[in-house]
Nanobody
């Protein structure tokens, strides 16, 4: 059973930064690609960023240049560094292991002045 637990969400002002973490257990973490998704109230869940086993990355156009996904295989952890945050980034952010269709519980990010 693969378990993912996110943390690091909170309330920030526009232009601020936040770093999300996702700790995985129950898998050989280094062998799998990982992803971050987000869902705002009344909107579809959207893919934010992905990272492969060789640390190749991809981003949604809306976050390119502002967000960075990374991983630390020794800690079984995926990170999402979010800079220059906008109100439109407000959402619940979820960690995902696509191979197992495993999801975390989500962490709330609110960008507001």
């Amino acid at each position: 059973q693969v378990r993912l637990v996110e943390s690091g969400g909170g309330l920030v002002q526009p232009g601020g930064s936040l770093r999300l973490s996702c700790v995985s257990s129950g898998s050989s973490f280094r062998l799998y690609a990982m992803a971050w998704y987000r869902q705002a109230p009344g909107k579809q869940r959207e893919l934010v960023a992905t990272i492969t086993t060789i640390r190749s990355t991809d981003y949604a156009d809306s976050v390119k240049g502002r967000f960075t996904i990374s991983r630390d295989n020794a800690k079984n952890t995926v990170y999402l560094q979010m800079n220059s945050l906008k109100p439109e980034d407000t959402a619940v952010y979820f960690c995902n292991n696509p191979r197992f269709d495993a999801w975390g519980q989500g962490t709330q990010v609110t960008v507001s002045s």
